[in-house]
């Protein structure tokens, strides 16, 4: 909402995780207003942030004052930072490294692979899902469709397209409980979304089921893949938790483009930014962990819910 020559922002506690970057953005700019309803959002915005505030029963305003452009913070991975005058922090040589490293990082799920036999299965499931969310789809070949799902670039079946739908990755479920123990394992991620998951939520809480299914999908969507990844899922009774084990670390962005493509077209959602909300919702005292010298994210979620094994089976 734009008044006088500043902007001005409301904000209710159901969107308050975006007050951090607005009041950034102001003090990037020409200043603003930021009003909150029953809540104080000074613990929200940065101490580097020069504001006056202004509170009037259970409702707060605070402006934002425009900084020199030497004093204007940096927002990298939800934390803010200041500008230093002054120094030089990178060099433009090392930022074109790292943007050229990152792109090759990047397009690595999109690049060409050959000699894997795809499930035929998961792949008549995957068409039949995208036709019923994307009627226009169903006008397409084969061929096409599957180019246009980003499983073929050209005549090449992408790397992307053989971890949804090839046996390239090993993804192990192991639980382990006083009456019994359980192995489920998959080789593709089609499987491992529709048949897996489904059987390790099913006797869980709602909130907590709903917890297990975000750093499930976190842990599909943002490994950091080879042709011999595995992912491994261990649950444990005393006290009863699940560990979630996969390759690579956490990074800022998303590191595979072209699988998250795949998983948006067939419904999966998948909330990047805010997704992790519905972990600390259930737990929190969540944390991701890295473990930088095996190259390897760990997620430790506790459990209620479950009290009896799934059957152990292949997938």
């Known amino acids: 909402m734009k008044f006088a020559d500043y902007d001005i922002e409301s904000f209710s506690r159901d969107n ?33 942030i020069p504001r006056t505030s202004k509170i009037t029963g ?11 452009w030497n004093k204007r913070p940096l927002t990298l991975d939800g934390k803010v930072y200041r500008r230093i005058e002054g120094v030089n922090v990178i060099s433009g040589l090392t930022a074109k490294s790292i943007m050229a490293l990152d ?41 096409e469709f599957l180019r246009r799902c980003g499983i073929y670039s050209g005549k090449y079946l992408t ?52 917890a297990f299914t975000e750093i499930f999908i976190n ?11 595995q992912i491994n899922i261990v649950i444990t009774p005393y006290p009863l938790k699940v560990l979630i084990d996969n390759p690579g670390t956490v990074r800022g962005t998303v590191r595979n483009h072209r699988l998250k493509r795949i998983f948006s077209l067939s419904g999966i959602k998948h909330n990047k930014l805010h997704g992790l909300d519905t972990v600390y919702k259930y737990m929190p005292s969540f944390r991701l962990e890295q473990d930088m010298l095996n190259l390897r994210t760990l997620a430790v979620l506790e459990l209620e819910g479950r009290k009896e094994l799934p059957e152990p089976v292949i997938l």
């Open 219 to 229: 842990a599909l969507i943002h490994s950091d893949y080879n042709f011999n990844s």
């Open 16 to 48: 308050a995780h975006k007050i951090p970057e607005t009041a950034n953005a102001f003090a990037n700019s020409s200043g603003g207003k930021i009003i909150c309803s029953g809540f104080n959002p000074e613990n929200l915005i940065s101490p580097e």
């Open 58 to 68: 259970s409702t707060t305003e605070i402006y934002i004052s425009p900084l020199e």
């Open 159 to 210: 790397f992307a397209g053989a971890l949804m739908f090839g046996g390239i990755l090993k993804i192990r479920a192991v639980l382990d409980y006083s009456g019994g123990h359980a192995e489920i394992v998959s080789s593709n991620i089609w499987r491992a979304y529709n048949d897996m998951l489904p059987r390790l939520t099913a006797k869980l809480s709602g909130d907590c089921a709903l």
């Open 103 to 143: 792109a090759l990082e990047f397009s690595r799920d999109d690049f060409p692979v050959s000699n894997i036999n795809l499930d035929e299965d998961c792949l008549n499931e995957f068409h039949d899902k995208i036709i019923e969310r994307h009627k226009n789809f169903s006008f397409y070949d084969r061929d």
